[in-house]
């Protein structure tokens, strides 16, 4: 049943449930976690838990087009060079109403969400805030 | 990614600076010790010419060359009495020296003399040989080896920073275009860069034709000057040249290494050249084309 007062960290998936890695990873390390992970996003933190980008498969389409680079560049560079550095993100304690209205806004379905103290503590997936909000 | 410089030399040489917008670093010298007073005269001579064209330097001579392509060819001095000899070369000239290791056994000893550890191209994604290399806390000379593309360089790069050291260089050497034959891609010197260390560009050994005479390498040297032109308006750090007074007679690299009599003027080039795109840079901004 819809609970209008659930927070995002009631519904958010924990730090071992989505893809995380570090800023110094390459992309085809990222490109593994992602695939692991069966989402479309993974967050770039470095070593204070600070996010430092996001990685969408829609970057990904993006940069293909864009840099005509060989498929082994590519698999060579940073993932944060290829990250968006300033995402959209949302407070752990602000209201899952607040964070689906925020997608809606900016039509995305992923948000990483954040303390705090600006640490990354976990990410917002649509699909999964709907399972819950349906309570499936 | 913020570029890095690199300090090569301590105590009494003289330390260079090697790094973004700094000027044109030369490393070069026979390439192997062939002896003694061999050693003493060709360090002399450059180090005159790089005096005269003020040009800091840093002398390379190994001594030990493990990858010959014949048993039979010159394996070099080996590691004690080459070691003492490019301790003698440092302290009479106040010069950093510089040498590549081949064996995980002959680092230490290598770092304790050389102010460069330099890794050999074939070897440069051998783990052990890059631990090692590490260890020894020296700045590291790594060159990309002709069958990793550029952006594959990064692996040895992180293997080299995970072993605590980040004082690196990369030399772009040639790539095998087919068996025996090695061709320059520019785009190298700058992919490399992305990383942020400073990028050489060793220009005897890019005009190597590997073991292409059977059981030993030869070499294209008409094309050195031509290719030391590209890749200083290209963009380097530092230029690496093999030079031997007798070509024809060199125990080692007989087809690549320069001849001593044209290095001043492939010198002055790049260094001309080298300065002149450091202006174009201050005057015009930097290369922003997507």
Known sequence: MLNKNQLVKDVMLNLNEFPVVKSNCLLKEALDKMNNSNLGILCIINSNQTLKGILTDGDLRRKLISEQKPFSAFFSEDAINLAINKPIIIKDNFSLKKAVVCMEKNSIWDLPVINNKNKLVGLLHLHHAIKVLLGL | ?290
């Open chain 2, 1 to 290: 990614m913020k570029s890095k410089i690199v300090v090569v030399g301590s105590g009494k040489v003289k330390k260079i600076n090697i790094g973004k917008n700094l000027p044109l670093v030369f490393i070069g010298g026979p390439c192997a010790i062939e002896n003694k007073d061999h050693t003493f005269f060709m360090a002399n001579k450059i180090n005159k010419i790089c005096k005269e064209l003020k040009i800091n330097w840093i002398f390379k001579a190994c001594y030990d060359k493990d990858c010959r392509s014949s048993i039979n060819s010159f394996h070099g001095v080996g590691k004690d009495e080459g070691l003492r000899i490019l301790e003698e070369v440092r302290k009479e000239f106040g010069i950093p020296v510089t040498s590549d290791f081949s064996d995980t056994a002959w680092a230490k000893a290598t770092g304790e003399v050389c102010d460069l550890v330099q890794i050999p191209a074939y070897l440069c994604r051998q783990t052990s040989i890059l631990r090692v290399a590490a260890m020894t806390k020296k700045p590291i000379n790594i060159k990309k080896g002709q069958f990793m593309s550029p952006w594959n360089m990064k692996n040895s790069i992180r293997k080299i920073e995970d072993f605590g050291n980040n004082k690196i260089i990369l030399t772009e050497r040639g790539t095998f275009f087919g068996y025996n034959m090695l061709v320059n891609d520019m785009k190298a010197l700058e992919i490399m860069s992305e990383d942020g260390y400073p990028v050489c560009y060793d220009a005897t050994h890019s005009i190597q034709m590997p073991t292409s005479m059977g059981n030993i390498s030869g070499g294209q040297r008409e094309y050195i000057p031509g290719l030391v032109r590209a890749a200083t308006a290209s963009g380097i750090n530092a230029l690496f040249m093999e030079v031997h007074n007798n070509p024809k007679n060199a125990l080692s690299d007989a087809n690549t290494v320069l001849h001593l009599k044209y290095l001043k003027n492939v010198l002055f080039q790049a260094k001309t050249i080298h300065k002149l795109r450091l202006d174009i840079f201050k005057k015009f901004g930097k290369d922003n084309v997507k």
